[in-house]
């Protein structure tokens, strides 16, 4: 359906602005003065945007999309300020929520920094005052450490001589596991989960997908895919297509863990783009390390708060080097999960063995990027390795980091702003559900370099405009998916993925940015959300 919007200020680049867009079929067709497209446009629907700002649709560069669905369905323990609401929240939980005779009690989000009784993570004795009844399964918001019962822990027969897993650990007090899983350590707690089956997968994603549109994003570039699970998503993604029920883009990035199986990938036919422009594969992803907060970021040296801890590193060098060089062979991108410096190295050190030129013609790219000095800063922009970041980080850890890392990385780190002047792709994202997808949030963040309470500020120097937060978050994002020619503008002949906004994110002042919210979001000239 063709249709033309007027009587608006739409974002077009940097200090330009129109106020009418034509769209036939799903793109964009003129964009310009009101009489200029009102009278293009001839006899189709009209929409009076009624002055509002109009921004190209958000692209989130990196997120889980079916841990957000499936997130949205269990204990919900952001923000809990202490043990004994972890506990509470399982309980309430637990007492209007019917599980199904030995279900597992999930939740995600906790994190120890915020607790107020007890500064530690949750042990098996903490969430055994939930159920005894049934396994629980809480995993803290950055995903990489994940607490559960004595129930479960006995049930997957683990004990203190257990072999702990490559990549990952499980805890130890006093001779016994503690309930504490780091790292791949939780897939030892699988077959007490919930058997995942495509109209499963479907369900989570739906959720996920209609939360994104209401946040005013038009595309997810989202690592939920891995070796052992893309056929169920296919199937899961076909099942959304025959009720003609995606409301956002999907851009995969899919995990694997060896060389052998990304080969069987290939060899099925499967490349960069492949699909349509509503679902893709898009790039493989790798793990390097873990979480700051976790004390699982893969560091050079040892944590200023831990002596005796470096991080962990999650897949050995040779694996890693291997997908990499399979992948460029492929002309297919790899993103690769860091944290801390370590991680950060070690990853510029195998992207170097693929990018000859200084070009990156597959767009390699690091995702987080968060610990870093300025030398490695350096080596990123002379192999131009994207920067896949999310501001939103700053939240939490700006109050950890110089905990964690000391103060001389502390002042080089999550040093955003500077990448960008370096000329460094950069694109925005959130890594949801370890943070909430809300992109004015992130927007802030980027802007202000504040916590969402509106603290001190963490490195001044880092602070981008709104504009540049903006394009970050739109064409930043769509190069990263190679497609800033396609989407993440306002322009004749891209895709008409727009939001319209109840406020003017351009000129509000900087403590209203959180507060904007979608009008509607369009996807393709169609309407995939309104409020």
């Not at 989130?60 to 043990?83: A, F, I, P, R, W």
């Not at 950055?142 to 490559?166: F, K, M, R, V, W």
């Not at 195998?350 to 000859?356: D, G, L, N, R």
């Not at 002042?509 to 309407?527: C, N």
Request: a negative charge; glycine letters at 8%.
């Amino acid at each position: 359906m063709d249709r033309v919007f007027f009587n608006g200020k739409v974002y077009v680049e940097r200090d330009r602005f129109e106020e009418a867009i034509l769209v036939r079929g799903d793109r964009i067709a003129l964009v310009g003065k009101n009489d200029e497209v009102l009278a293009a446009a001839g006899d189709c629907e009209r929409v009076d945007l009624e002055g509002r700002t109009v921004i190209p649709g958000l692209n989130d560069s990196h997120l889980h999309l079916q841990m957000l669905g499936k997130s949205l369905n269990e204990v919900q323990l952001y923000g809990c300020t202490s043990l004994a609401e972890v506990i509470r929240r399982g309980k309430e939980f637990l007492a209007t929520h019917p599980l199904k005779d030995g279900a597992p009690l999930t939740g995600f989000g906790w994190n120890q920094d915020y607790f107020t009784d007890e500064v530690r993570m949750p042990n098996r004795y903490d969430l055994d005052q939930i159920t005894t009844d049934r396994p629980v399964i809480f995993s803290r918001a950055c995903g990489h450490a994940i607490s559960a019962n004595s129930y479960a822990i006995e049930h997957i027969g683990l004990t203190a001589d257990s072999a702990q897993p490559e990549g990952g650990e499980f805890g130890i007090t006093d001779g016994e596991p503690n309930g504490l899983f780091f790292e791949h350590a939780s897939s030892l707690l699988d077959p007490l989960r919930v058997p995942v089956t495509p109209e499963l997968l479907a369900t989570q994603l739906k959720s996920g997908m209609d939360y994104a549109a209401s946040m005013g994003l038009t595309t997810v570039q989202s690592n939920d895919l891995s070796e052992s699970n893309y056929l169920k998503y296919l199937a899961a993604f076909d099942i959304l297509r025959a009720k003609d029920a995606i409301t956002c883009r999907y851009w995969s990035q899919c995990s694997f863990t060896t060389a052998e199986n990304l080969i069987g990938f290939f060899s099925e036919g499967f490349k960069r783009g492949s699909g349509d422009n509503l679902v893709q594969f898009g790039s493989v992803k790798l793990f390097i390390d873990g979480s700051l907060g976790a004390r699982t970021a893969l560091l050079r040296g040892p944590y200023a708060d831990d002596p005796n801890a470096l991080g962990i590193k999650t897949l050995a060098d040779d694996v890693f080097d291997d997908i990499v060089r399979i992948s460029d062979e492929h002309n297919c991108t790899v993103v690769t999960h860091c944290i801390g410096d370590g991680a950060v190295e070690n990853c510029i050190n195998s992207y170097a063995k693929v990018i000859k030129d200084g070009t990156n013609p597959n767009r390699h790219g690091i995702v987080h990027c968060q610990i870093t000095d300025v030398p490695l800063l350096e080596r990123m922009q002379k192999l131009n390795i994207c920067a896949l970041v999310q501001p939103i980080f700053i939240h939490y850890d700006m109050h950890v980091v110089r905990q964690r890392v000391g103060d001389a990385l502390a002042d080089t780190s999550y040093a955003f702003g500077t990448l960008g002047r370096m000329g460094v792709p950069v694109s925005y994202g959130t890594d949801c559900p370890v943070e909430d997808l809300n992109p004015y949030d992130n927007i802030y963040c980027a802007v202000t370099r504040r916590d969402l309470n509106g603290g001190e500020i963490y490195l001044e120097k880092e602070c981008v405009d709104r504009f540049t937060a903006i394009d970050n978050y739109t064409v930043g994002s769509a190069y990263t998916c190679f497609d800033e020619n396609g989407r993440g503008r306002i322009k004749e002949g891209f895709l008409a993925d727009f939001v319209v906004l109840d406020a003017d994110i351009f000129t509000v002042p900087e403590d209203q940015i959180r507060a904007i919210r979608p009008v509607a979001t369009y996807l393709g000239g169609r309407v995939a959300y309104q409020r």
